[in-house]
């Protein structure tokens, strides 16, 4: 089991910044990726950012160049720098995990955090 704890949502303006945090407790040894997904109202979820244990990261299209993805391995947390923020950016953020071959969908999922962007 892998317990993960989203915190740093809220509400900002638009061109604003936020940092999510995303730590990890538990059978942590199992994980190969972490990523950030979110879900906006009638919207599927997407991929945002993902990073594998080597530190390959990958973006969405959407918020190449404004958001960062990274990791502390000595606090087990990942974390989301979202720089230039869009009203388009409004969802609810979730942290998740996976097992090398395995998929996000299929791993563990924290309980979500809001991020509002008012224009």
């Known amino acids: 089991q892998v317990q993960l704890v989203e915190s740093g949502g809220g509400l900002v303006q638009a061109g604003g910044t936020l940092r999510l945090s995303c730590a990890a407790s538990?059978?942590?040894?199992?994980?190969?990726?972490r990523g950030w997904h979110r879900q906006a109202p009638g919207k599927q979820r997407e991929l945002v950012a993902s990073?594998?244990?080597?530190?390959?990261?990958n973006y969405a299209d959407s918020v190449k160049g404004r958001f960062t993805i990274s990791r502390d391995n000595a606090k087990n947390t990942v974390y989301l720098q979202m720089n230039n923020l869009k009203p388009e950016d409004t969802a609810v953020y979730y942290c998740?995990?996976?097992?090398?071959?395995?998929?996000?969908?299929?791993?563990?999922w924290g309980q979500g955090i809001q991020v509002t962007v008012s224009s």
């Open positions: 998740a995990t996976k097992t090398y071959g395995g998929t996000f969908e299929g791993g563990y």
């Open positions: 538990g059978s942590i040894f199992s994980i190969y990726a």
């Open positions: 990073i594998t244990a080597g530190g390959t990261t």
